[in-house]
């Protein structure tokens, strides 16, 4: 048995004994959403300004408070992403040794990213 199957199966069950939450990070906030028997049940949507120097703080505190105030806390989680938000890109894997793979990678892709790897 893989370790990968292992993992999905117990996300899978995880997600048979509580609902799925579903969360859509968006630019001016996110959205979080009770997936149960197929349904869907949005739960919140907060808006957050997307201009203010502290976004990302209070992203994080809004969602840490949803969680909290609704009761998530260990409910299975996903999130998807727009196709505009990511991009795929595929490199040959490097002649190193296992535990360099990491770092070699990252110097690798650093070259195609207009931001940094990390």
């Given at each position: 048995?893989?370790?990968?199957d292992?993992d999905?199966?117990?996300?899978?069950?995880?997600?048979?004994?509580?609902?799925?939450?579903v969360l859509?990070?968006?630019?001016?906030?996110?959205?979080?959403?009770?997936?149960?028997?197929g349904?869907?049940?949005?739960?919140?949507?907060?808006?957050?300004?997307?201009?203010?120097?502290?976004?990302?703080?209070?992203?994080?505190?809004?969602?840490?408070h949803?969680v909290?105030?609704?009761?998530?806390?260990?409910?299975?989680?996903?999130?998807?992403?727009?196709?505009?938000?990511?991009?795929?890109?595929?490199?040959?894997?490097p002649?190193?040794?296992?535990?360099?793979?990491?770092?070699?990678?990252r110097?690798q892709?650093a070259?195609?990213?207009?931001?940094?790897v990390?």
């Amino acid at each position: 048995m893989k370790l990968w199957d292992a993992d999905l199966r117990d996300v899978l069950r995880r997600w048979r004994e509580r609902p799925p939450m579903v969360l859509e990070l968006r630019r001016d906030g996110y959205c979080l959403v009770r997936v149960h028997h197929g349904e869907a049940e949005l739960i919140l949507a907060q808006d957050i300004d997307p201009l203010s120097s502290r976004y990302r703080e209070l992203l994080l505190e809004s969602l840490r408070h949803s969680v909290q105030s609704q009761g998530l806390a260990g409910s299975p989680a996903a999130t998807y992403l727009f196709r505009e938000d990511y991009n795929l890109q595929v490199v040959d894997a490097p002649k190193v040794p296992a535990g360099e793979m990491l770092a070699a990678l990252r110097w690798q892709l650093a070259d195609l990213l207009d931001f940094p790897v990390s």
